[in-house]
């Protein structure tokens, strides 16, 4: 049973640069959230998608995007890369009817220069 | 303010030296806390759930419990694999997402 799988592992981006990461959830999960975590930090919600639609949102700009497919993958995209950006990017997954418990996967780094 | 606080920030121990880690909590409307366990540079590993207080879970050498206020990890007899970051997360109110906090970096010596 494969768990929550996220692509690439790494990225080097330089600022004002565009950047997509994907994730695919654990099989029979369809809810798909995306934190950031800065080094040394817990990780930051940055929002929910569900049936494709962006269910909650957190404390992050509208440079940060994101998009759920109908196989319920998802892809975060960042526009106008800063400096601040650089960090551990984590996509959680859980099942809709038991949504408390979310997964995450391993991780996309993102090291803007 | 703060809603989850983790205590210590770092705790070194020997093999074999029980002690226990501390998640605070302010938020309302507790849904549930979770307790992560996250190696360097990788993903958070789901250990425990808790709901309510009173509750207890546990997993080999760890023990989860859960009061009003605050929850407790209590490791035992802890091996240096026992190493990591252990993060304690809430959900709370008709939020969807798991609020954090900073975590505590557990070292074992051997």
């Known amino acids: 049973d494969a768990g929550v799988t996220q692509s690439p592992t790494h990225l080097i981006k330089t600022r004002g640069q565009q950047v997509t990461l994907r994730c695919s959830p654990k099989?029979?999960?369809?809810?798909v959230s995306w934190y950031q975590q800065a080094l040394g930090q817990g990780p930051q919600f940055i929002f929910q998608y569900y049936e494709e639609e962006e269910r909650q949102r957190g404390n992050f700009p509208d440079r940060f995007s994101g998009h759920q497919f109908p196989n319920y993958s998802s892809e975060l995209n960042v526009n106008a890369l800063l400096l601040g950006d650089s960090a551990l990017y984590l996509c959680a997954s859980s099942p809709e009817r038991y949504t408390d418990t979310q997964y995450f996967g391993p991780g996309t780094r993102l090291t803007v220069l | 303010e703060d809603q989850v606080t983790q205590s210590p920030e770092a705790l070194r121990l020997q093999e074999g030296e029980s002690s226990s880690l501390n998640c605070s909590y302010t938020?309302?409307?507790?849904?549930?806390l979770f307790w992560y366990r996250q190696d360097p540079g990788k993903g958070p590993e789901f250990l425990f759930t808790?709901?309510?207080a009173g509750e207890e879970k546990e997993k080999e050498r760890l023990k989860a419990t859960l009061t009003k206020k605050e929850s407790f990890l209590h490791i035992t007899a802890p091996k240096p694999e026992d190493s990591a970051t252990y993060l304690c997360a809430v959900k709370w109110g008709g939020n969807e997402k798991l609020t954090f906090g900073t975590g505590t970096r557990l070292t074992i010596i051997p």
């Open positions: 099989s029979g999960h369809d809810t």
């Open positions: 808790l709901y309510s």
């Open positions: 938020v309302s409307g507790l849904r549930g």
